[in-house]
């Protein structure tokens, strides 16, 4: 197939480049606006009881959790209670009731000045309200009312934290930070691919490839975002991946046709020539990433969904122009591809390379080899043992954010967590009676949730609870929690809420028998459900990744142990990775030099995104240089020689395209926002690793272990491969005959892809 596809894009190389640069026209006027129709949601289960009891608040009491704090601080020698700073915090209530989505204001001032809304040195109190709508509308919404009430009023100042203020300052520092990233990868980039293809016209190639994949994926997300959630997160990937994939896949695709050029072949000759061998490669490795991208699929968060949605995409249409646009640009430009070219060196001879005799070394000492590097990544990995997953909050933030400020100051000067209050809602009453005694069966669970460890006090419908005992509280208070044979009570936690200790209250509160059936909601409860729903889901998302990686590696390579072999590999690599994660983020070395906060745990989501994205770039690169060893062995050469030749024609390649995609995750370690700076550096840590420690030193020398097995499978499985399996090597001249190149080094046994080759760069 793909050599038909080879002589049908030659033959319509220029209708090819037409349908492309039209396609990316259209893309672009359609997908471009793409980032106004995701979501700044989607971490949360729907079908989780923390989700459930958010719709039963929204749907039976027309209310959920608060998601607006402000801070009024009084001025220098002044406390909450003076009258002018009193009277602006009255207006200051007003104003935030006449706006037509905010419902259930409340404050210091407006509810009888309870002890628990002001500070303990009485300089400070708070106001709460809630924005109606999804988490989208709230993060606007959030932007806005920063800009209409942080600032000074008459008697104090205001300070915007909560959810609203904490994700409106997440989502508009990670903007501000993508721009930065861009500006400081894009020339390294450009000038690194300047340096490694060695030519202006040739350094361009991959940009424009990945320029079509990107656009092509925001035009994929603009239809998905019509009919599910698609987290606006994603478009990270697709630009990081989008870039990354298409320098991998056009560095593999141009480097074999420099060598199809330096062998003698005509540009049209060449182009089939790479297709058939590099774009097989090509085509496969897309397929291994984006099958280890799609495993996300299985979880119910639309926020890793998407990036399931956008990896997919991305990956796929890199391999679609590399293997179907790349040839017709290189059909095109012919021999112009070294067109301005910059001081090129002579290239060595084959079995003198720099990579020839790393691996040439390795494999003279495998067993040693092996101990050392696997008992150091071992080493690396071991943190990863006591690993505590979190849900990010306004720790993200740098210290000097304005909602990372008022948090703090809540954290430090007040006795409850007002912002990170669970619900405890039963939608059906009718279980504990009716009239009073319902209230008193209300009463005596709120009395008893107060006493558990970590609550500092619980607001229901029949009064306000401490420790056990009633607190005496206007009507204008206990109100909002009641319902028609329902209710529900707010949970205040003395504790830090997305923490072990929040999560062991949401455990205590959800074990309390209770006199009806209840549901938890809330910022602890939400991580609790979190986690569970990602672990009950992992080893699915696993034995997808693993099965399809399986599946594929044999269909190309016909061998049972290469398959098993890199899977272990690549598990050795990622688990070392996230033991440096823990190592750094959970805690906290290189804080300080890093500049950001430890939370004592990592967000949960990271490592499974992190592990998907990481596998699907490593497999890739696996995928790069086994085609390059087996089309040696299948040449001729013994296992050595054919590990030592593969890993020459294929070391410069995977570590120039390993260091490019290396600055693009690198550049996001400059944000200020922890969780993308770990992303940044994981990724970075992760692809360096595998190109380096993996690929230069453990997979020859297993492969030198293993000798000929390494191509070995039973009887029935290789009948299987005989019919389905799709090999990397082709019997290239059986296509050429008319089309020989020139030149009598050609002979029966030596065809051109055994001369000495021109990598990229040389």
Same mark, same amino acid.
């Given at each position: 197939?793909?050599?038909?596809?080879?002589?049908?894009?030659?033959?319509?190389?220029?209708?090819?480049?037409?349908?492309?640069?039209?396609?990316?026209?259209?893309?672009?006027?359609?997908?471009?606006?793409?980032?106004?129709?995701?979501?700044?949601?989607?971490?949360?289960?729907?079908?989780?009881?923390?989700?459930?009891?958010?719709?039963?608040?929204?749907?039976?009491?027309?209310?959920?959790?608060?998601?607006?704090?402000?801070?009024?601080?009084?001025?220098?020698?002044?406390?909450?209670?003076?009258?002018?700073?009193?009277?602006?915090?009255?207006?200051?209530?007003?104003?935030?009731?006449?706006?037509?989505?905010?419902?259930?204001?409340?404050?210091?001032?407006?509810?009888?000045?309870?002890?628990?809304?002001?500070?303990?040195?009485?300089?400070?109190?708070?106001?709460?309200?809630?924005?109606?709508?999804?988490?989208?509308?709230? &993060?606007? =919404? $959030?932007?806005?009312?920063?800009? #209409?009430? +942080?600032?000074?009023?008459?008697?104090? !100042?205001? @300070? %915007? *934290?909560?959810?609203?203020?904490?994700?409106?300052?997440?989502?508009?520092?990670?903007?501000?930070?993508?721009?930065?990233?861009?500006?400081?990868?894009?020339?390294?980039?450009?000038?690194?691919?300047?340096?490694?293809?060695?030519?202006?016209?040739?350094?361009?190639?991959?940009?424009?490839?990945?320029?079509?994949?990107?656009?092509?994926?925001?035009? &994929?997300? =603009? $239809?998905?975002?019509?009919?599910? #959630?698609? +987290?606006?997160?994603?478009?990270?990937? !697709?630009? @990081? %991946? *989008?870039?990354?994939?298409?320098?991998?896949?056009?560095?593999?695709?141009?480097?074999?046709?420099?060598?199809?050029?330096?062998?003698?072949?005509?540009?049209?000759?060449?182009?089939?020539?790479?297709?058939?061998?590099?774009?097989?490669?090509?085509?496969?490795?897309?397929?291994?990433?984006?099958?280890?991208?799609?495993?996300?699929?299985?979880?119910?968060?639309?926020?890793?969904?998407?990036?399931?949605?956008?990896?997919?995409?991305?990956?796929?249409?890199?391999?679609? @122009?590399?293997?179907?646009?790349?040839?017709?640009?290189?059909?095109?430009?012919?021999?112009?591809?070294?067109?301005?070219?910059?001081?090129?060196?002579?290239?060595?001879?084959?079995?003198?390379?720099?990579?020839?005799?790393?691996?040439?070394?390795?494999?003279?000492?495998?067993?040693?080899?092996?101990?050392?590097?696997?008992?150091?990544?071992?080493?690396?990995?071991?943190?990863?043992?006591?690993?505590?997953?979190?849900?990010?909050?306004?720790?993200?933030?740098?210290?000097?954010?304005?909602?990372?400020?008022?948090?703090?100051?809540?954290?430090?000067?007040?006795?409850?967590?007002?912002?990170?209050?669970?619900?405890?809602?039963?939608?059906?009453?009718?279980?504990?009676?009716?009239?009073?005694?319902?209230?008193?069966?209300?009463?005596?669970?709120?009395?008893?949730?107060?006493?558990?460890?970590?609550?500092?006090?619980?607001?229901?419908?029949?009064?306000?609870?401490?420790?056990?005992?009633?607190?005496?509280?206007?009507?204008?208070?206990?109100?909002?929690?009641?319902?028609?044979?329902?209710?529900?009570?707010?949970?205040?936690?003395?504790?830090?809420?997305?923490?072990?200790?929040?999560?062991?209250?949401?455990?205590?509160?959800?074990?309390?028998?209770?006199?009806?059936?209840?549901?938890?909601?809330?910022?602890?409860?939400?991580?609790?459900?979190?986690?569970?729903?990602?672990?009950?889901?992992?080893?699915?998302?696993?034995?997808?990744?693993?099965?399809?990686?399986?599946?594929?590696?044999?269909?190309?390579?016909?061998?049972?142990?290469?398959?098993?072999?890199?899977?272990?590999?690549?598990?050795?690599?990622?688990?070392?990775?996230?033991?440096?994660?823990?190592?750094?983020?959970?805690?906290?070395?290189?804080?300080?030099?890093?500049?950001?906060?430890?939370?004592?745990?990592?967000?949960?989501?990271?490592?499974?995104?992190?592990?998907?994205?990481?596998?699907?770039?490593?497999?890739?690169?696996?995928?790069?240089?086994?085609?390059?060893?087996?089309?040696?062995?299948?040449?001729?050469?013994?296992?050595?020689?054919?590990?030592?030749?593969?890993?020459?024609?294929?070391?410069?390649?995977?570590?120039?395209?390993?260091?490019?995609?290396?600055?693009?995750?690198?550049?996001?370690?400059?944000?200020?926002?922890?969780?993308?700076?770990?992303?940044?550096?994981?990724?970075?840590?992760?692809?360096?690793?595998?190109?380096?420690?993996?690929?230069?030193?453990?997979?020859?020398?297993?492969?030198?272990?293993?000798?000929?097995?390494?191509?070995?499978?039973?009887?029935?499985?290789?009948?299987?491969?005989?019919?389905?399996?799709?090999?990397?090597?082709?019997?290239?001249?059986?296509?050429?005959?008319?089309?020989?190149?020139?030149?009598?080094?050609?002979?029966?046994?030596?065809?051109?892809?055994?001369?000495?080759?021109?990598?990229?760069?040389?």
């Amino acid at each position: 197939m793909l050599t038909r596809l080879a002589h049908l894009t030659v033959r319509r190389r220029v209708l090819v480049l037409v349908l492309a640069t039209v396609g990316f026209a259209l893309a672009g006027a359609v997908g471009g606006g793409v980032a106004e129709h995701l979501s700044s949601g989607g971490f949360d289960d729907p079908a989780s009881e923390s989700s459930r009891a958010e719709d039963a608040l929204a749907d039976t009491f027309g209310t959920g959790a608060p998601n607006v704090l402000l801070l009024v601080t009084a001025d220098d020698g002044t406390d909450v209670d003076a009258p002018a700073l009193a009277a602006s915090a009255e207006a200051l209530v007003a104003e935030l009731e006449a706006q037509p989505d905010i419902d259930e204001v409340a404050s210091y001032w407006t509810l009888g000045r309870p002890p628990p809304l002001r500070s303990a040195e009485g300089d400070s109190a708070i106001v709460v309200a809630r924005i109606e709508g999804d988490q989208s509308h709230v &993060v606007e =919404r $959030g932007k806005e009312l920063r800009e #209409e009430l +942080s600032g000074p009023i008459d008697g104090g !100042t205001v @300070a %915007m *934290g909560g959810a609203a203020g904490t994700f409106a300052d997440i989502n508009h520092t990670i903007e501000e930070d993508l721009v930065r990233a861009e500006l400081i990868a894009l020339p390294i980039t450009i000038i690194l691919l300047l340096l490694i293809f060695r030519g202006v016209v040739a350094s361009l190639l991959p940009l424009a490839m990945g320029a079509l994949s990107i656009v092509g994926t925001f035009l &994929v997300l =603009r $239809g998905l975002a019509g009919v599910t #959630e698609v +987290s606006i997160f994603a478009l990270n990937l !697709t630009t @990081a %991946m *989008g870039l990354g994939l298409a320098i991998d896949y056009s560095l593999f695709m141009v480097s074999r046709y420099r060598e199809e050029l330096a062998a003698g072949y005509e540009p049209p000759v060449a182009v089939v020539r790479t297709v058939r061998t590099a774009g097989r490669t090509v085509a496969f490795s897309a397929l291994t990433v984006a099958a280890s991208l799609c495993a996300l699929l299985v979880f119910p968060q639309a926020f890793l969904r998407s990036f399931a949605y956008a990896g997919v995409a991305v990956a796929a249409l890199a391999g679609l @122009a590399a293997v179907v646009v790349l040839p017709a640009v290189l059909a095109v430009l012919g021999h112009r591809v070294d067109a301005l070219a910059l001081r090129r060196r002579e290239p060595k001879p084959v079995g003198e390379g720099v990579w020839h005799r790393v691996a040439t070394l390795v494999m003279r000492r495998p067993l040693p080899v092996i101990t050392v590097v696997v008992l150091v990544l071992l080493a690396l990995g071991s943190p990863f043992r006591h690993i505590e997953l979190g849900r990010p909050d306004d720790r993200v933030l740098p210290a000097s954010a304005e909602s990372r400020q008022v948090n703090d100051i809540l954290r430090e000067e007040y006795s409850s967590n007002e912002a990170g209050a669970l619900s405890v809602v039963a939608a059906d009453t009718s279980p504990a009676g009716t009239g009073a005694e319902r209230d008193e069966a209300i009463a005596a669970y709120a009395a008893g949730l107060s006493q558990l460890d970590g609550v500092a006090r619980v607001d229901a419908a029949t009064g306000v609870y401490i420790d056990g005992a009633a607190v005496p509280v206007g009507p204008e208070l206990t109100a909002r929690f009641a319902g028609d044979d329902a209710t529900w009570m707010s949970v205040v936690p003395s504790v830090e809420p997305v923490s072990p200790e929040g999560e062991a209250l949401v455990e205590e509160i959800r074990s309390t028998d209770a006199p009806f059936e209840v549901l938890v909601a809330g910022e602890p409860a939400a991580l609790v459900d979190g986690k569970d729903s990602m672990f009950s889901r992992l080893p699915l998302a696993l034995a997808i990744i693993a099965g399809i990686t399986f599946v594929l590696l044999f269909l190309m390579f016909g061998s049972v142990l290469v398959p098993l072999k890199a899977l272990v590999l690549n598990l050795l690599s990622l688990t070392a990775t996230f033991g440096a994660m823990v190592w750094i983020f959970q805690d906290g070395n290189l804080s300080g030099f890093l500049d950001f906060t430890s939370t004592g745990s990592i967000d949960s989501t990271m490592p499974i995104l992190m592990f998907c994205i990481a596998f699907g770039l490593s497999m890739d690169y696996e995928v790069f240089l086994l085609s390059r060893i087996k089309e040696e062995h299948d040449a001729g050469h013994d296992n050595v020689s054919s590990v030592a030749r593969g890993l020459e024609r294929t070391g410069r390649i995977v570590t120039a395209a390993a260091l490019l995609i290396s600055v693009v995750f690198l550049a996001f370690a400059t944000s200020h926002v922890s969780f993308i700076k770990l992303f940044g550096i994981g990724l970075t840590l992760a692809v360096l690793m595998d190109a380096f420690v993996i690929r230069g030193t453990l997979v020859p020398a297993f492969m030198r272990l293993a000798g000929e097995a390494n191509w070995w499978a039973p009887r029935w499985m290789r009948w299987i491969h005989a019919r389905v399996g799709i090999s990397e090597t082709v019997d290239l001249d059986d296509d050429d005959r008319d089309d020989p190149p020139p030149g009598p080094s050609v002979g029966p046994t030596d065809g051109p892809s055994r001369e000495e080759p021109v990598p990229v760069g040389a």
